[in-house]
């Protein structure tokens, strides 16, 4: 039993890395794309408003990955949680569920960019 709680650990760590990387990745390609419309119009990240909320959430996603890593190594290495408090768990959920309600948004808007404008 101990083995698979280590394991289940370690997994959140490592899925918690690959989340800060693709983050990482996407604020990188949505800032670094520019395209041409018809008509030698060159456009950019900041010529849209909705790319700048997309960036923002991005980075706001980063950030709270790259807060939450430390506390997901700490746990996997000792087995036991950095601070122990009846509603830390409540946060993780509800920090989660407010994360991935960006990350949607986040995907969905830069989806939808790249469809209209190109």
């Known amino acids: 039993m101990a083995s698979k709680s280590k394991s289940v650990l370690i997994s959140v760590v490592v899925l918690r890395l690959l989340t800060l990387g693709l983050l ?7 800032y670094l794309d520019k395209f041409t419309l018809s008509g030698d119009t060159k456009i950019s990240f900041k010529d849209v408003i909705a790319s700048r909320y997309v960036i923002a959430t991005g980075i706001i996603s ?6 939450q890593i430390p506390f997901a190594v700490y746990h996997a290495s000792k087995g036991k949680r950095l601070i122990r408090s009846r ?9 989660d569920k407010v ?5 949607y948004f986040l995907c969905f808007n830069g989806m939808h960019l790249s469809i209209l404008w190109k």
């Open 62 to 67: 980063f950030l709270y990955t790259l807060v």
């Open 99 to 103: 994360i991935i309600h960006f990350c």
């Open 87 to 95: 509603c830390l768990p409540e946060f993780y959920f509800f920090g």
């Open 24 to 30: 990482a990745a996407s604020i990188v390609l949505l």
